[in-house]
C-alpha cells in the first residue's frame, strides 16, 4: 500500500510544481514535457517486464529493488541542480516504478486467500483514491511553502522517508514468492518497442524548439518501420518460446482492439489536459501553485463519486452505456471549460471554472473505474493476465503521447508576439483554448471507439479470475 500510495503521488505531485521548476532552473518548455513525458514512457515500457523478472527471480526481492531504486531517483531528481539532469532522473524513476508497482498486487495474491482479498482490494482502492486527490494538493503545498528555500524539491524528497519506511516494512513482512512457471523475459521486444516510441516521441517533443528540421519527419517516419520490426519479431517469439512481450492474438477479439484504442486515446487526452490546465492557470493566468491545486478540488472529487456509483450501481445495470455517457460528459466539461476561458480571459476566477471541472470529473469517473472490466469482458480466460498489463501498459503510453502532443497543440500556439508585449495570459488563453479543442477531439474518438465495446461486461475474465482466486499473472498484477 505505502508503494502504491507514493507512485501514485508521485504521477500526480509534479504538473502543479512545473512552473516553479521552469523559474528556477531554467528549464524549456520542451524539458517540462520531458519532466512527465519521461517518466511516463519507462513506467509503461517497463510495466510487464518488471512483473516477469518478479515472478522469475521472486516478487519481494523485485520489490525491494524497485522501492530501493524509486526512492534513489527521487533524492536524485530533488538535488537536481540542472534540467536534463531532472529528466534523466524522472526516466530513471519511471523505470524503477515499473519494478515496484507490478508486484504490489501479485504479493497480495500470494500471500492473502481468495476470501481475504476483498478486504485488501477495498483498502487498496482507498489508497488510489487518496493519492489521486491528495497528489495535487500536497504538491501545491509543499511548493508554495518553499520549505528550507528548497521550492519545488521537496515534492521529490518527501519520498525518501516514505520510501525508507516501505524498506523496512518490506523486509520484516513481505515474504517471498514466484511464479511455479513465469513467462521468459522478452527484452528484444522491449527495446524495440521503446525504440520506436522515441524515434516518435523525440522529435514530436523537440521539433518546435529545433524549427521542426527534416531528420525529424524522417526520425517519425522511421519509428513505423520499427513498430513492423516489432510486430514480426512477437510473431517469431510466440512461435519460439510462448512468451511474448504484446500478446498478437488478443487483437483478434475486436471489442479488446477496441478497447486498446480506447485506452491509448483516452491516455492522450488526460496527457494534453492536465499539463496544459496547470501552465494556463499558473504561468497564464499568475496564479500560485495552492490556488491552481485548490481549483482542482472540484474535479477529483467528482472522479471519486462517478467511479464509485458506476461500478456498483451504474455498469450492472447499463452496460457500456455508462462509458460512453463519461465520453460525453467530460467532453461537454471541456467545451463549457473552452467558452468560460474566452469569455472570461484573464479574470476568470475558481470559482467559475468549478462547473467545467466538476462535469469533467464526472465523465472521468464514469470511464475509468469499469474500463478494464469492459475491456477484458470477451476475452478469453487463459490470456486475462496479458490482457491486463497490455491495457495498462497502453494507457501509459497513451499518456506518453499526449505529453509529446502539447508541443504542438499548445506550445505552438503560444503568440510570442503577444508575451513579448506583456500579455502572457492572452496568449496562454488561447494556446489552452486551442489545446482544449484537440482535448474534445481524442474524446469524440474514444466514444465512437466504445460502440465496439461489449453491452455488458459480465464475464470480464480478470475479475473473475481474482474473485475465484485463480492464479493471477504478473501482467495483471501490473493492471
Keep these: 500500500m505505502t508503494a502504491s500510495f507514493m507512485d501514485l503521488v508521485d504521477v500526480t505531485i509534479v504538473n502543479i ?32 517486464t518488471g512483473g516477469r523478472l518478479g515472478d522469475i527471480y521472486g516478487r519481494r526481492r523485485i520489490f525491494l529493488l524497485g522501492m530501493s531504486g524509486f526512492t534513489l531517483a527521487s533524492m536524485l531528481c530533488g538535488i537536481a541542480g540542472d534540467p536534463h539532469l ?65 521550492e519545488w524539491r521537496p515534492i521529490f524528497l518527501v519520498n525518501l522517508p516514505v520510501g525508507i519506511a516501505g524498506l523496512i516494512m518490506g523486509r520484516r513482512y513481505i515474504g517471498e514468492s514466484k511464479a511455479p512457471q513465469a513467462l521468459k523475459l522478452d ?40 513498430f513492423g520490426a516489432f510486430v514480426a519479431y512477437e510473431r517469431h517469439k510466440t512461435r519460439k ?33 492536465f499539463l496544459i490546465w496547470t501552465l494556463y492557470m499558473q504561468i497564464g493566468l499568475g496564479w500560485s501553485p495552492l490556488r491552481a491545486g485548490l481549483t482542482g478540488i472540484p474535479f477529483s472529487i467528482a472522479v471519486s463519486v462517478a467511479a464509485g456509483v458506476s461500478v456498483q450501481k451504474l455498469v450492472p445495470r447499463f452496460g457500456r452505456k455508462v ?34 471541472l466538476a462535469v469533467m470529473g464526472l465523465g472521468m469517473g464514469l470511464i475509468v473505474a469499469p474500463l478494464t472490466e469492459t475491456v477484458l469482458a470477451e476475452v478469453p480466460r487463459e490470456h486475462s493476465g496479458s490482457a491486463s498489463g497490455l491495457i495498462n501498459t497502453t494507457q501509459q503510453l497513451g499518456n506518453a503521447v499526449g505529453l509529446g502532443l502539447v508541443s504542438v497543440v499548445f506550445f505552438n500556439q503560444l503568440d510570442q508576439g503577444a508575451m513579448a508585449r506583456g500579455h502572457a495570459g492572452e496568449a496562454f488563453g488561447k494556446a489552452f483554448r486551442h489545446g482544449m479543442w484537440w482535448v474534445a477531439a ?34 495483471a498484477a501490473a493492471a
Excluded at 474518438?445 to 481474482?466: H, I, Q, T, Y
Aim: one cysteine or more; aromatic letters at 10%.
Design 17 to 48: 510544481a512545473m512552473p516553479s521548476i521552469q523559474k528556477d532552473i531554467g528549464a524549456s518548455f520542451s524539458v517540462l514535457q520531458w519532466i512527465t513525458e519521461g517518466y511516463a514512457l519507462a513506467f509503461a515500457a517497463g510495466l510487464i
Design 86 to 150: 531532472l529528466v534523466a532522473a524522472r526516466v530513471l524513476q519511471g523505470g524503477m516504478a515499473a519494478l515496484m508497482v507490478p508486484q504490489v498486487l501479485a504479493i497480495v495474491h500470494a500471500t492473502f486467500p481468495a476470501h481475504e482479498r476483498g478486504k485488501v482490494f477495498g483498502m487498496f482502492g482507498a489508497v488510489v483514491g487518496l493519492g489521486a486527490v491528495s497528489g495535487p494538493i500536497l504538491g501545491a503545498l509543499l511548493t508554495q511553502w518553499n520549505l528550507f528555500g528548497l
Design 187 to 226: 527484452l528484444v521486444g522491449v527495446v524495440l518497442a521503446t525504440g520506436g516510441l522515441l524515434m516518435l516521441l523525440y522529435p514530436l517533443t523537440q521539433g518546435r524548439e529545433l524549427g521542426w528540421p527534416l531528420w525529424g519527419y524522417l526520425c517519425m517516419l522511421g519509428s513505423v518501420l520499427v
Design 241 to 273: 518460446d510462448g512468451s511474448p512481450l504484446v500478446e498478437l492474438s488478443l487483437f483478434k477479439v475486436k471489442s479488446f482492439a477496441a478497447g486498446i484504442g480506447v485506452e491509448i486515446a483516452f491516455g492522450i487526452a488526460c496527457g494534453i489536459f
Design 323 to 356: 462509458l460512453q455517457a463519461g465520453a460525453v460528459s467530460m467532453a461537454a466539461g471541456v467545451m463549457l471549460y473552452i467558452w468560460e476561458s474566452g469569455h472570461y480571459g484573464t479574470d476568470i476566477h475558481p470559482w467559475q471554472m468549478a462547473l467545467p
Design 442 to 475: 481524442v474524446l469524440g474518438v474514444v466514444l465512437v471507439l466504445m460502440f465496439v465495446l461489449p453491452r455488458k461486461a459480465e464475464a470480464a475474465a480478470g475479475a473473475v479470475a481474482d474473485a475465484a482466486g485463480e492464479p493471477v499473472h504478473e501482467e
